[in-house]
């Protein structure tokens, strides 16, 4: 099941949004998201906003969901009117972007470009599963426009899939990683997971390898690695309360992250934010970085969020109201809250202090510099970087990073 | 010659019934109220004399009343005569012994009532040495004869046995069914004599219960002694010398019924305007401003606390309630005393001291259910006197004000304890006493199979879970009384808990050395599982003095961060930890490490592998 959406404030039937938001569109850039809420089968542990066909009943056709997709752009374009600058970068994720034909896709990035413009050098990126994808659907996505892929790998362990409900061989991830160089994809990304309940050490170390061994062939020049998270209301969550996995240890994810960290910097990729490694700048996410650093973006489809302005918006969930809203000419919007200067302070320590880059100190009111200098003397924030005045985080400052946040605010 | 306050004391009859809890007595009260007519069958509600929910849900009396009954004998010698007939209730509890005393003094006899099926209690037989002790005249009743589980026959003969006198003497009632109740009346009259003081000397009356209420102010029981007190007299009070007008005086019967005066042997009411019970102590003597009397009567006492506890409010900003609460508590219980305390784990509270654990019990649920506040409590402790080898001394009534100097002595309250048993369960009863550093005193044989069993004991030892191990031990069957016995030198020390070094002064407990270890591991190993992991080790340690006893150690969090945090994730995390935040703040701080409140609660609570000895 879907996590639950966050409670906020009502959105207007128009969508429309306050002027003071609007004037401020775009300073920190702009990016749109696509939310495809389509899987092939329901992984265990996932509680994100997607539905297999079965789920989803008869009220939604994935044939139709381009369209639908449209006219939420329409909306978007008819609420920031020409405040929007062009996209920086665009992001389709999901559920599972690529169950969707590369045609439709690049029918969507077409009226993305249509609505908002792409900046030149724009970053576009698609989340994809290695079983869903060929070499030919990767040229397609390639000549569409599409710039960037990311693929679910998890892991190299078949028992660890197996528990994660993944669909695709140990092998294959790497595989496709290689189809999407070959096809001319830029940049790569591969996704794992570690902590799974039965995943051993050596598990772990033996997907690190092959994700080296891409990243030193130039297959893959991106890394996320996540921990496990055992989400309320999921398959997994039932299981270990069934006793019939173990929960996840968090002293082992602890272990697993700094594996984590000795083998991606010892292929040659370097942390620039809490669980994700890169090889250079270029290769950095640009669309997470936006997240990150308070940018702007519009997120179109079932349950996606947005941020414009200092507003942060999230449409509704099932994807057939979604639908109906916006046949009807209204905003899919749920609900959203206008963040207070508090709340954006809040929001930029505990986002910025997530990247290699860190946080200005001067954000920061006294008290919490004066946390900062007993969190650096803790030996959570990096020295040397203080003294240029930011908060960086340490290797053991990563691990720590939520608490270092709670005491670097008020 | 029945009025209230020109009352011949020949016809006159002041009684109180010795009972344990759920033998009866409010019942047979009940009874009473309607066969003398002063309460009609049309007002009549379930033990109609107990004031307070929580009297009527625990089945206890904390608070003593007096009733004025007439009574027309119905049979004998005295036939168809008229007398009045004061019942005295008596508390019914091993911490209010003093009380109880006071209410016995009033009167010239008692009814020892017993419950038919189940024998005479511990604390009964307590109550009913201290009638005897005081001369009065003994009617013992067995209640409850309606129970097919009633076995009057044995019962009769152990209480013959007791007071002397033969079975076929204890007369049978049933407060249930009424039977019996008012042959007891003929024979409360028959049996007992008038009250006999001096008419014409300066007046005396004993207060023996002072109760606070809202509207009236409080208002004060008294027995008259000698002389005679008139509503227009002004009173004074012996103890302190306080002269007060009286605003009102009276008989209840059972609702408060004015009266012109109260006359020698009369039992009743004074209303002076005064708002505290402290200035209306039980115990004390009243006399007249205007012609006061020159001794007074013997037997007061001042209440004395012995039992402590730290009660603070679980919501720091409860903290002015709590005192409210306690201000308002303390008008109608001349026995509370608190003052302010602040605790490094618990923050702003108070130091209470108490009779004994049940009048604590009492107090904290009167707080929690009257006031609505929500408290965590210290573990009850008592008072001791240490004696340092500079010859200073320090009367300790909380464990983390323990003297730091070298000990020459310490004094700890010690207390005599009456066990009644079934004497299948003397091995086991000896055991726990033993256990817990009691000397045996000696035991009797009270009938064939129920055996008194008397042991002296720190009162430190019984004011945890004695009373519950002693009935779990024999399948219900023991009853405890105790009362104090002095102090003896004891082998005690001081056990300190410390996180990281710093000692946490909540959990600093008094202990006996035998059982210091023992404490020590329990309470670390406690705070170990109740501790969240911080971002360093931190060690728990026992210590007495800088001597470390027992030690765990939470070993450091490795890990506290959400690995994912995209454009959906943002609101929920940021509220997320709005929560961390907000939980952080009703973290205690203990030098750098923070203790969720819960975890001081559930150490402290009573449930769980709680030690024996404090």
């Known amino acids: 099941m879907p996590g639950v959406l966050p409670s906020g404030e009502p959105v207007p039937a128009d969508g429309s949004l306050p002027p003071a938001a609007l004037a401020g569109v775009g300073a920190n850039g702009f990016g749109v998201y696509v939310h495809v809420p389509f899987c092939a089968s329901r992984c265990g542990y996932c509680d994100f906003n997607t539905y297999t066909a079965a789920e989803l009943g008869s009220g939604v056709r994935r044939e139709d969901y381009a369209d639908t997709v449209l006219a939420e752009l329409a909306l978007a374009r008819r609420v920031l009117g020409c405040a929007a600058p062009p996209a920086d970068t665009v992001f389709f994720g999901g559920g599972t972007p690529t169950l969707l034909p590369p045609g439709e896709l690049a029918r969507i990035l077409d009226a993305i470009t249509d609505t908002f413009g792409l900046a030149p050098d724009a970053e576009v990126t698609t989340e994809a599963n290695p079983e869903s994808v060929t070499p030919a659907a990767l040229a397609a996505l390639r000549r569409a426009g599409f710039t960037r892929i990311s693929l679910g790998m998890q892991s190299a362990a078949s028992h660890v899939l197996a528990v994660l409900d993944r669909q695709h061989t140990p092998g294959r991830a790497i595989e496709a990683a290689r ?80 594996a984590a960290e000795g083998a991606l910097t010892g292929a040659g990729l370097g942390w620039y934010e809490v669980s994700n490694w890169a090889a250079d700048a270029a290769a950095q996410c640009r669309h997470n970085l936006l997240y990150w650093r308070g940018g702007d973006w519009w997120g179109v489809g079932p349950g996606a969020h947005s ?43 505990m986002l910025r202090l997530r990247l290699a880059e860190g946080l200005p100190l001067d954000v920061l009111d006294p008290v919490g510099r004066q946390a900062a ?34 005491q670097l605010l008020p | ?23 009866g007595k409010s019942t047979l009260a009940d009874r009473m109220l309607q066969l003398t007519g002063v309460v009609s069958a049309r007002d009549m509600r379930a033990q109609y004399l107990d004031r307070m929910d929580i009297e009527r849900e ?6 003593s009343q007096a009733v004025r009954m007439p009574w027309t004998v119905r049979e004998g010698e005295q036939k168809g005569e008229s007398y009045v007939l004061n019942m005295i209730d008596t508390p019914g509890h091993v911490d209010f012994t003093y009380e109880v005393s006071r209410s016995l003094a009033a009167g010239e006899g008692a009814v020892l009532l017993v419950d038919a099926a189940q024998g005479i209690e511990a604390q009964t037989l307590a109550n009913l040495y201290l009638a005897m002790e005081n001369d009065l005249h003994v009617i013992p009743v067995l209640n409850k004869i309606d129970l097919p589980a009633a076995q009057p026959e044995k019962y009769a003969e152990e ?186 784990a618990l923050g702003f509270g108070f130091r209470c001291g108490f009779l004994g654990l049940l009048h604590l019990e009492i107090i904290r649920e009167r707080l929690e259910r009257e006031f609505d506040l929500d408290l965590i409590s210290t573990a009850p402790n008592v008072v001791y006197r240490v004696e340092l080898e500079d010859g200073a001394e320090h009367v300790v009534t909380n464990p983390s004000e323990y003297p730091a100097g070298k000990v020459a002595v310490v004094h700890e309250p010690v207390v005599r304890a009456t066990v009644l048993i079934p004497n299948d369960y003397v091995g086991a009863v000896m055991e726990i006493c033993q256990g817990r550093r009691g000397a045996l005193l000696g035991m009797d044989y009270l009938s064939q199979d129920r055996v008194e069993v008397r042991y002296t004991l720190p009162l430190a030892e019984i004011i945890y879970d004695f009373f519950d191990q002693l009935k779990s031990r024999t399948k219900g069957y023991a009853s405890l009384d105790y009362e104090t016995s002095g102090e003896q030198a004891g082998d005690l020390v001081k056990v300190d808990i410390l996180l ?28 170990r599982g109740l501790i969240p992991r911080q971002q360093f080790e931190v060690p728990i340690q026992a210590a007495i003095g800088s001597r470390v006893i027992a030690r765990e150690n939470i070993r450091a969090i490795r890990k506290d961060v959400l690995a994912k945090c995209y454009g959906g994730d943002i609101t929920r995390k940021r509220k997320l930890l709005e929560k961390q935040k907000e939980g952080k703040r009703r973290m205690k701080m203990v030098g750098r490490v923070e203790v969720p409140q819960e975890a001081f609660i559930a150490a402290l609570s009573s449930d769980g592998d709680k030690p024996t000895s404090k």
């Open chain 1, 179 to 258: 189809e999407a160089r070959d096809g001319g994809f830029r940049h790569v990304n591969l996704d794992l997971i570690y902590g799974t309940p039965g995943e051993r050490a050596e598990d772990w170390q033996t997907s690190l390898e092959q994700v080296a061994k891409a990243v030193a062939e130039h297959a893959a020049d991106h890394v996320s690695a996540y921990s496990l998270i055992v989400e309320e209301g999921t398959r997994l969550a039932a299981r270990i309360r069934r006793e019939e996995l173990a929960s996840p240890d968090p002293d082992v994810a602890a272990d697993r992250y700094l």
């Open chain 1, 307 to 349: 941020h414009v302005g200092g507003v942060r918006q999230w449409n509704v969930q099932h994807p057939a109201r979604h639908a109906d809203l916006l046949r009807r000419g209204r905003s899919p919007g749920q609900a959203r809250e206008v963040l207070t200067p508090e709340d954006r302070h809040v929001e930029e320590v």
């Open chain 1, 373 to 406: 200098d007993r969190a650096t003397a803790d030996g959570l924030l990096s020295p040397g970087r203080r003294r240029n005045g930011q908060a960086v985080l340490t290797l053991r400052g990563r691990l720590l990073a939520d608490a270092v946040v709670r």
């Open chain 2, 1 to 23: 010659m029945l009025d209230p306050g020109a009352t011949d004391p020949e016809r006159i009859r002041n009684f109180c019934i010795i009972a344990h809890i759920d033998h």
């Open chain 2, 58 to 63: 625990r089945g206890i009396t904390i608070k």
């Open chain 2, 159 to 344: 209480l013959a046995r007791l007071i002397g006198c033969q079975p076929e003497d204890c007369l049978r009632v049933s407060g249930k069914t009424g039977e019996g109740v008012a042959h007891l009346l003929d024979e409360i009259v028959r049996q007992m004599h008038g009250p006999t003081g001096q008419d014409d000397a300066p007046a005396r009356a004993m207060i023996f219960d002072s109760v606070y209420d809202v509207y009236r102010g409080v208002v004060t029981y008294v027995r008259v002694i000698d002389g005679r007190i008139e509503a227009r007299d002004r009173i004074k009070m012996m103890s302190t010398g306080a002269v007060h007008e009286l605003l009102e005086i009276g008989v209840i019967s059972p609702e408060p019924l004015k009266s012109p005066g109260l006359g020698g042997g009369e039992v009743g009411y004074l209303i002076t305007g005064v708002k505290d019970v402290r200035q209306s102590k039980v115990g004390d003597t009243v006399t007249i401003a205007a012609k006061p009397a020159a001794v007074a009567l013997a037997g007061y006492k001042e209440p004395k606390p012995m039992v402590y506890s730290g009660l603070y409010p679980i919501d720091g900003s409860d903290y002015p309630n709590l005192r409210d609460a306690l201000d308002r508590l303390k008008l109608n219980d001349a026995a509370l005393v608190y003052e302010p305390e602040t605790s490094a």
């Open chain 2, 500 to 527: 990281q070094g710093e000692q946490v002064d909540a959990f600093s407990a008094i202990v006996h050395k035998d059982k210091a270890y023992q404490y020590g591991v329990s309470m670390t190993q406690r705070l």
